[in-house]
């Protein structure tokens, strides 16, 4: 058992990927790095993110702007869906770069798939401001927790799930996962769904999960 004990949870993955949606290629016009700010959101086959730009109000304190972009990530999009929809947020504070968003106990009803990409496009989008560098989400004031582990703190670059304007880029997979317990001599089975950028490492997928 000793040596179990020493073997590192992403040596015991077992990995399994079932592919739910096809890909499409993508040109080099679509692989251009967007440039501006926007407002992310979830497409209507909840498969990807996408982009409506944002116009940066002027005159107006970050922590105004904060709150516009909020309303905006609430709001009904024409070819899509809004990553604030189905719980409601109940308030936010913002202290040294750290942003604290504060949701209904609906959100823990989310579809797996749906609440990684919601995270996510929240998070891209209110971490394109200069006044917030990391985000935290918590339920009814409590940690947000996904899978029996604590999200904890989040930035743009905790997703594999970077956004692109084209579609068809993301596939969803289901990942077998072998990770040690609490007692450090047995292994848990734990299954996961995930929504990847078919351009992101599988590894960092992986260890995103872990």
Do not use: H
Not at 44 to 70: A, C, G, V
Not at 77 to 87: L, N, R, T
Not at 105 to 133: F, H, M, N, P, W
């Amino acid at each position: 058992m000793s040596d179990l004990r020493k073997i590192l949870p992403l040596l015991l993955i077992c990995l399994l990927l079932l592919t739910a949606c096809s890909r499409a290629g993508r040109n080099n016009a679509e692989a251009q790095a967007e440039t501006g700010t926007f407002i992310y959101y979830l497409n209507n086959e909840r498969t990807t993110l996408k982009t409506s730009e944002y116009k940066l109000p002027e005159n107006m304190e970050e922590e105004d702007i904060l709150d516009d972009m909020l309303d905006n990530l609430a709001a009904p999009f024409a070819d899509g869906i809004a990553p604030i929809s189905g719980f409601t947020l109940q308030g936010r504070s913002l202290d040294k770069g750290m942003l604290i968003l504060d949701f209904s106990e609906e959100y823990e009803q989310l579809d797996a798939l749906d609440e990684i990409l919601i995270r996510g496009a929240i998070v891209k989008t209110v971490c394109q401001l200069g006044s917030v560098r990391q985000v935290s989400f918590t339920i009814n004031q409590e940690s947000l927790v996904r899978n029996g582990d604590e999200v904890g703190v989040m930035g743009p670059d905790s997703f594999a799930i970077s956004t692109s304007t084209s579609m068809g880029q993301y596939d969803r997979i289901q990942i077998y996962l072998y990770l040690t317990g609490q007692e450090q001599d047995k292994l848990k089975f734990v299954t996961r769904m995930a929504a990847y950028n078919i351009n992101s490492p599988m590894e960092r997928v992986i260890v995103e999960q872990l």
